[in-house]
Nanobody
Framework: QVQLVESGGGLVQAGGSLRLSCAAS????????MGWFRQAPGKEREFVAA????????YYGDSAKGRFTISRDNAKNTVYLHMNSLKPEDTAVYYC?????????????????WGQGTQVTVSS
């Protein structure tokens, strides 16, 4: 059973940084794509970033380009989302997701497993 557990959310001032973690367990993830999505109240779930576990190729949504970095630690089976220059519009619940196919997509429906989410609040 795949389990994804996010951590690292919190309250931060605009311009600050946070690092989100997603601890993955239950499978060997070498053929998976790991993604980060976010959802603000009243809005659809939005693609933030994805990483192909094998090879480490990364993909970013427009809102993340230049400010966020997705990375992985193979030894810890953990994926990170490093967020810099945070803005109030980044406020959302951030979800980690896993797709059991090594082709990255930006569509939430293409991901098979989801974590419970972690709240990120950016104050102005």
């Amino acid at each position: 059973q795949v389990q994804l557990v996010e951590s690292g959310g919190g309250l931060v001032q605009a311009g600050g940084s946070l690092r989100l973690s997603c601890a993955a367990s239950g499978r060997t993830f070498s053929n998976y794509v790991m993604g980060w999505f976010r959802q603000a109240p009243g809005k659809e779930r939005e693609f933030v970033a994805a990483l192909r576990w094998s090879g480490g190729i990364t993909y970013y949504g427009d809102s993340a380009k230049g400010r966020f970095t997705i990375s992985r630690d193979n030894a810890k089976n953990t994926v990170y989302l490093h967020m810099n220059s945070l803005k109030p519009e980044d406020t959302a619940v951030y979800y980690c997701a896993a797709r059991q196919f090594p082709i990255a997509t930006m569509r939430a429906v293409d991901y098979d497993y989801w974590g419970q989410g972690t709240q990120v609040t950016v104050s102005s």
